[in-house]
Every structure is written in C-alpha cells, then in structure tokens.
C-alpha cells in the first residue's frame, strides 16, 4: 500500500557529508512521524533520529549533533542531512514512516524504505 524510496547513498571521504532523503508515496491519508535507522554488518539496527507531523524531533544520542532530520510534509519525505562523517558511519541507512491510509479508518501502520549503503572511506 505504501513505498518509501530513498535516495543519496554512496561512498564518501572520512570527513564529508552526505544528504539522504526518502519519500513516501501509495495510499496516504497522513504520514505521521518519521525516522531513520542504520544496520552495519554483524549489528542490530539502530534508531539515528525522528521527526513527527508537527515538526519535533528527537535524535540519538550516538550522533553528537551531526546529523539533522528533517521532512517536507507536503512531499511526503525525510531527509537526514550527515556531516563528518567517519567509517564507523558506514551501514545501510532505512528510513521508516507511520501511516494511514484512510481518513475513515484510525488504523495507522509502520513502513520502511528499501535502505541505501552509505560507506565512508578513511
């Protein structure tokens, strides 16, 4: 019902940045909060940052003021913008949205994105 589709991965230099973005699309009534996660090989996935319809956000501790979340409602899409980025940043960033899809209908449903690799070279 619903597809997220991310975008803006790739290799980068220790150091640089990276802007991720990930739009949502199908049957959409409202998206409310979203969010990004990241799995590195052999680790759990783990929660980066949110941002709910009304803009507030919340981030990871882990992060120490690097990334910013943000989301362009009338789009449907999150964006995470990443700077000094370091190897210990390379995993595959998810992206996730809380859905409903029907206005007569409360019933709201969690979706991920696909995931994009982001690998930092030192």
């Known amino acids: 019902q619903v597809q997220l589709v991310e975008s803006g991965g790739g290799l980068v230099q220790a150091g640089g940045s990276l802007r991720l973005s990930c739009a949502a699309s199908?049957?959409?009534?409202?998206?409310?909060?979203m969010a990004w996660y990241r799995q590195a090989p052999g680790k759990q996935r783990e929660f980066l940052a949110a941002?709910?319809?009304?803009?507030?956000?919340n981030y990871a501790d882990l992060l120490k003021g690097r990334f910013t979340i943000s989301r362009d409602k009338a789009k449907n899409t999150v964006y995470l913008q990443m700077n000094s980025l370091n190897p210990e940043d390379t995993a595959v960033y998810y992206c996730?949205?809380?859905?409903?899809?029907?206005?007569?209908?409360?019933?709201?449903?969690?979706?991920w994105g696909q995931g994009t690799q982001v690998t930092v070279s030192s």
């Open positions: 199908g049957s959409i009534f409202r998206v409310n909060d």
């Open positions: 996730l949205a809380n859905v409903q899809s029907r206005p007569w209908s409360s019933s709201k449903n969690d979706y």
């Open positions: 941002v709910t319809s009304g803009g507030n956000t």
